[in-house]
Structures are given as C-alpha cells and as structure tokens.
C-alpha cells in the first residue's frame, strides 16, 4: 500500500510552491511558474507620473491628463496593469483574505520596481489608511501588509502617518468626479511632525483614477511632506 503521506512530503520538497494561477508545481521558488509569469499584463510604456497605460511604442513622459492637471504626487511605482488574471489576484487578496496572493503580488512589485528607485528612495512608506468600520469587517488592511512586506524587503520604515475619519461609500463603479466627491474631508494626518521635510511613498493596491492618491498626497503635503509618492501594485487603463 502506498504511504500517501510519504509522497506528499517527498513531492513538497521537491515543489514547496504551487502556482497561485495554473496550480502546477512552480520550480523558482514563489508562488507562480514561470509560463505564467511571462503572461502577466506587465505594464509598458506608460505615464512616468501617473503610470496611466500609453499607447504601445509612445515615447511621451506625461499623459495629457497629468500635463494639463498634474496631481498632487509627484510619480507612480507601478509594474502591472489591471487586467486578467491580476485582477483576479488583487479581489482574492483584497477581499478573500487570500494573503498569498497579496504576498506574491508584493515579491512581483519588489522584482519590477526595486531597481527604479535609484537615488530618489522615499524616508517612510505610508499606507493608504481604511476607515475603522471597512477594517473591521475586512480583518485587514491590504496596502499596511503591502507596506510591511516591501519595509522589511527595503529597510524603509512604515508609518500610519494619516487616518480615514469619514465613512466613504466603495470607490469601485464611481467615475473620477464622483470618486472626488466621496474623497471630501475623509482624511486627517496623525502627527504632522513625524512627516515634516520628508519624502513619503503612499502604499495602495490599485490606482484608478487617482483620486484617493491625489486626495491624500495633497493632504500630507500640506501638512510639511516634502514628495509623496504612490506605490501600488496596478493601475487601470
């Protein structure tokens, strides 16, 4: 009779990781193969501010968006785009309280953009906060563990610089204008002082339209921020 257990054990350390997508044994190590790694929407060519998608082969730096109304952050770190199957892996991670996927998401964003930040490496990352109420029937804020994973990854501190003190209805089917609405008055920033002159990099999993980030940003760089950045894990087109 075959001892199961024995095989499984045997098969696990020969595959620790399973590909979060395929289900195949993944030979590198995470939690992806490598066939479908290459098939993500890696993002191209895209606005060097708002990282919004460009035309394939666009040698523009800005959007027309970001040229005509820049925002109040100052670039985008941002390796994919919004589309199958990542966003399938972001609405598992977000609100399926699947953290492997959010923890492969991360490892990606730290392969892709680590060596982009060059010489202009924030002083604190700064999670997008959740109201209290979302939090609590959530168990979690997705961008604070995408903060702690890339703080541990590049020795930069985390800090809860800012708080949502208005319950905002979901911004998800809402177009930019409505997005801003619902964005007024929603954020406060806890301890003005720790974020005086410093370079900041706001952590999200999803920029949109922008509207949260730019909401945000504009608020912290009121309050003494000298840069904000946005990290996120895609963007939309």
């Known amino acids: 009779m075959v001892n199961r257990s024995r095989w499984r054990r045997a098969f696990d350390a020969l ?9 195949l044994p993944s030979e590198n190590n995470k939690a992806i193969c490598d066939a479908c790694e290459v098939e993500l929407p890696w993002l191209g060519a895209h606005c060097q ?9 666009s040698t523009a730096i800005h ?39 959010g923890a492969l998401l991360g490892e990606l964003w730290l392969e892709a953009c680590r060596d982009r930040l060059e010489a ?3 002083e604190l990352l700064v999670p997008v906060p959740l109201h ?19 703080s541990a990854a590049l020795k930069i ?5 800012a708080k949502r003190r208005q319950w905002t209805s979901a911004q998800q089917g809402l177009s930019a204008n409505q997005r801003r609405q619902n964005l007024r008055k929603a954020f406060a920033v ?11 990099a706001l952590v999200d999993d ?8 730019h909401s945000l940003a504009a608020i912290l760089t009121r309050c003494g921020a000298r840069r904000v950045d946005i990290w996120c894990l895609a963007r939309t087109p």
Not at 15 to 23: G, H, I, S, T, V
Not at 134 to 148: D, F, K, M, P, T
Not at 206 to 213: D, P
């Open 15 to 23: 595959f620790p990781y399973a590909c979060l997508l395929c289900q």
């Open 49 to 57: 501010q708002c990282a919004l998608p460009l035309p394939p082969g």
């Open 63 to 101: 959007c027309g968006k970001c040229l005509q109304r820049p925002p109040a952050f100052a670039r985008c770190l941002c390796p994919l785009r919004y589309d199958f199957p990542v966003g399938g892996l972001i609405n598992q991670f977000k609100h399926h309280g699947q953290l492997a996927a």
């Open 120 to 122: 202009a490496e924030p």
């Open 132 to 150: 209290w109420r979302r939090r609590w029937q959530r168990g979690y804020n997705q961008a604070e563990l995408l903060a702690e994973q890339w």
């Open 157 to 161: 501190p985390m800090l809860r610089a």
């Open 190 to 200: 806890l301890q003005p002082e720790s974020i005086a002159g410093k370079h900041l």
């Open 206 to 213: 999803v920029l949109t339209t922008g509207a949260t980030a």
